[in-house]
């Protein structure tokens, strides 16, 4: 799970909206982050998924992450419809991420 997380803080964190200049994160206490919340359901949806299809791995997310989050209602998210869910934001780049550590290219 480390290596997960210290891979996305390097390339997803970055360049999040909710980092500061030396790339920490500046949610406060009563925020939290989906990736880091939810980090080990991203990786069994992506290590399960099937397919190279960015589009298709993000509704799988959908499907499996948004489901267990308590912003979601009724399949509406107020936070991902005001692109304010990390998960939601860099959906792209965190798949990317996970499957370059799962390769070896990121250690
Ligand atoms: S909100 Fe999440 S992705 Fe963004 S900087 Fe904080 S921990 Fe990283
Ligand atoms: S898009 Fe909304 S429901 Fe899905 S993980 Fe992000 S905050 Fe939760």
Redesign the pocket.
């Known amino acids: 799970m480390d290596k997960y997380l210290k891979a996305l803080k390097q390339n997803v964190c970055s360049i999040c909206v909710d980092s500061g200049e030396k790339g920490s994160c500046t949610l406060n206490e009563k925020e939290s982050c989906?990736v880091e919340l939810?980090l080990p359901r991203i990786i069994e949806v992506i290590h399960n998924t099937d397919s190279d299809n960015m589009q298709e791995i993000h509704q799988k997310l959908?499907d499996t992450?948004?489901v267990e989050?308590r912003?979601?209602e009724n399949g509406n998210?107020y936070?991902?419809e005001d692109a304010n869910?990390s998960?939601?934001r860099y959906f792209w780049s965190i798949i990317e991420t996970i499957q370059k550590v799962d390769a070896g290219l990121i250690i």
């Open positions: 989906a939810f959908k992450v948004c989050c912003a979601q998210c936070l991902r869910c998960l939601d």
